[in-house]
């Protein structure tokens, strides 16, 4: 028993030897001091002479020390050992590199890479460790050898990696293709790679580069992946009608099975204002989808478009348009998208209220999902503030944040509860609902919350009586029923009367959004650059340096100045809501690649 005891004894305290020793050499060898490091590596080698760590480790020690010779005569005994792994070949190698041997240098490279033949298993540690030491054509040669050799060996993307630290673009796509093609790894992952090299110009020579190898691809193997990254690339180039065309084609060559795909191109052109790219697609879907909800959805779609530059004709034969779809489709939970987008084109459009208001009380009636349920009332909720009906609006408010109350849609309620509360003066209220939403998992919903308990806030304390705040949440009003004109002089009534008030930027930053929307750009400019020049210090300094940035960069096309006020947000503004869209702008505008 007393033996026993002893020989644990003795294992653990040699377990615990090997482990200090272990410890310390790494930390000296990580601190720079070679000259400990290499004491406890050689004890740690004459322990485990097996341990190709330990012995890697001595070796590079050797090497910062300029012991060249020591290490050469380790790594020379090394490989006599039958079973020497080939990775010392690469090490002793790389020790007369250092020495500048460069013919016994490539001898012992290349008997690194004939151990693959031995063993295509081995393809990997050397390819690895030819990387380590950039020796990138000796890398290539050790991964494509052991893929050859065994073919259930991929080391594609490693290829990538290093056809793109060469400057060989052509190869480095081909390889990461290879990956999507065979399945070795996630279309996004490869993806995001090669995303590092292109940009949103299609003459950008790595982008015609990608386009080449797609088709040459497609040619050689006609197959519906190539029309989708072709596809990829020709939105990531904002070339939606080119991407048009090989959705049309996936869409044929998969039996019309879904039109997923196409709707979300179609949303995406809409999104970035190519209105007749999104016209065709939705058109597109329309004339061929056999599922009545996606067809509803891209007729509603269509209505969108045709309602951004309208009149009163246009208005007349929308209506007509959506009196018709409602015979087509009926009143049904499924088609629900229908109901409310009437609702809000009679609503905010034709300024007629209560038969909206009717409309959406009938859809509330239907056996409904707790989340249909939530969206009708939200948007009847919205329709009773057009209508000023408040107290209304805010129990179908108040409905769906106490039924969703973890979900986006309850705090979008809850921001509508304040909201609403703000428009009829009841600040106190809004202050506390806005309190809350301030730690929304919404970014959007928050930093909205923010703004406007700071508004209610600071502009509650100096003026008891809140004239200013009021005649602000009034202008808010009338903006919100679209009548822009006298939001606009309610919001001058303001900067004439309440000069040197807290509110005042506020009001300048209000009205420069809605002169926008007038596309008076001119005066929204000059609102703008006021707030950047008397209140760079204030909390609306990083908005109104993003909205000159996107003034400048989509309505006046003064690029440069646009460069400005974004960058005025990357030094100046880095907790900014605005911060990743200002990086992003500034980097696109500068010609960066964009991932």
Known sequence: MRYLLFLISYFVLQTFSYSQEDFLAKQY??????????VFYEKLVQKNPRRTDYSEGL??????????????????KKIEDTYA???FFIELGYNYTLQNQSEQSIAYYEKAVQKIDENPNYGYSVGYRFQKYALLDYAIK????????????????????????QGDIPKMYQSYLNLIAEGRTSRSNVLRN?????????????????????LKNAQQNP??????????????????????????AIYRRSDGSSMDRLNSLGQIALEDNDHTSANSIFEFIVENSNDPVAKLNAELHLIDIELLDSDRKTLDAVEKKFEELVLQYGNQGRTLQLQIAYANFLTFKKESAAPAI?????????????????????????????????NQALIYFTQVQKSLKNDILGQDARYKVAQTSFYKGDFDWALTQLKVLRGSTSQLIANDAMQLSLLISDNSLEDSTQTALKKYARADLLAYQNKKEQAIETLEDILQNHKGEKIEDEALLRQAQLLEEKK??????????????FYADGILADDAHFALGELYRNQLNQTEKAKAHYEKIIYNYQDSYYFPKARRHFRRLRGDAIN
């Not at 090299?197 to 790595?206: L, R, V, Y």
């Open 29 to 38: 060898f990580n601190d720079g001091d070679y000259e400990k490091a290499v």
């Open 59 to 76: 070796v590079a020690c050797y090497q910062q020390l300029e012991r060249y010779s020591d290490a050469e005569n380790f790594l020379l």
């Open 85 to 87: 792994f080939p990775t």
């Open 142 to 165: 050790a991964y494509t050898r052991a893929m050859a050799l065994k073919p259930d060996l991929n080391y594609d993307f490693q290829l990538a990696r290093i056809y793109g630290e």
């Open 194 to 214: 090669i995303d590092d090299f292109i940009s949103e110009d299609p003459s950008n020579e790595n982008n015609i580069l990608l386009r080449k190898v797609l």
């Open 223 to 248: 197959d519906v992946l190539w029309n989708e990254l072709l596809s990829w690339l020709f939105i990531q180039q904002k070339q939606y009608k080119s991407a048009f065309g090989q959705e049309k």
């Open 358 to 390: 009717a409309m959406l009380k009938e859809s509330l009636k239907l056996p409904l999902s707790r989340m249909g349920m939530a969206y009708v009332k939200l948007a009847l909720g919205d329709i009773l503030v057009f209508d000023q009906k408040f």
């Open 520 to 533: 008076s750009y001119s005066d929204a400019e000059f609102n703008y650059k006021k707030i950047v020049e």
